[in-house]
T-cell receptor
Framework: EPEVTQTPSHQVTQMGQEVILRCVPISNHLYFYWYRQILGQKVEFLVSFYNNEISEKSEIFDDQFSVERPDGSNFTLKIRSTKLEDSAMYFC?????????????FGSGTRLTVV | QKEVEQDPGPLSVPEGAIVSLNCTYSNSAFQYFMWYRQYSRKGPELLMYTYSSGNKEDGRFTAQVDKSSKYISLFIRDSQPSDSATYLCAMSPPARGSNYKLTFGKGTLLTVNP
């Protein structure tokens, strides 16, 4: 079964450093998303992306965050200057044009630890 | 009032029991309702989705939506130890374009004991 692949599975970084989280969405999917889950809290929407531009972003997604689809397969989330409170699981998701909600598929996540 | 409220449990039941998981919501714009299962250190996996009030059945799982009460439920019949996981409800308003922004509940941790 097709899956969304995220790398790395765990990343430790020092406060103030830049991190890039990588995702390979399902190949025929057109809509891409990032969510995050702080330990013990809800999964929260960060941003949606379609046709090489941001469709919607949450209040969490401030100027420190950016997304990019640098080639035909990867979808990345960059955090420019990490803070302790950025420590969380970050999930990438993708969906296809048809049956969008049925095909809304999440990756296994990247656990980001900021020290 | 939080947009989506879900009892975090934990919920522990014997194998074969019927499990009832619930969420309430306050945002009338929500029109699509999903249940996800999340195993430890994994991403959410879609179990069921629906967009209308009433029941939807899929095998041992039944999703129920009551839009007038802003209340959704997931029932698991004949629960199995392999059903042990965190169950997340999620909701979405109609899409902007075809982008659906999901709002999740906090999740209920379920353990099914053999």
């Amino acid at each position: 079964e097709p899956e969304v692949t995220q790398t790395p599975s765990h990343q430790v970084t020092q406060m103030g450093q830049e991190v890039i989280l990588r995702c390979v969405p399902i190949s025929n999917h057109l809509y891409f998303y990032w969510y995050r889950q702080i330990l013990g809290q809800k999964v929260e929407f960060l941003v949606s992306f379609y046709n090489n531009e941001i469709s919607e972003k949450s209040e969490i997604f401030d100027d420190q965050f950016s997304v990019e689809r640098p080639d035909g397969s990867n979808f990345t989330l960059k955090i420019r200057s990490t803070k302790l409170e950025d420590s969380a699981m970050y999930f990438c998701a993708s969906s296809e044009r048809q049956a969008v909600l049925r095909g809304y598929t999440f990756g296994s996540g990247t656990r980001l630890t900021v020290v | 009032q939080k947009e989506v409220e879900q009892d975090p449990g934990p919920l522990s039941v014997p194998e074969g029991a019927i499990v009832s998981l619930n969420c309430t919501y306050s945002n009338s714009a929500f029109q699509y309702f999903m249940w996800y299962r999340q195993y430890s250190r994994k991403g959410p996996e879609l179990l069921m989705y629906t967009y209308s009030s009433g029941n939807k059945e899929d095998g041992r799982f039944t999703a129920q939506v009551d839009k007038s009460s802003k209340y959704i439920s997931l029932f698991i019949r004949d629960s199995q130890p392999s059903d042990s996981a965190t169950y997340l409800c999620a909701m979405s308003p109609p899409a902007r374009g075809s982008n659906y922004k999901l709002t999740f509940g906090k999740g209920t941790l379920l353990t099914v004991n053999p």
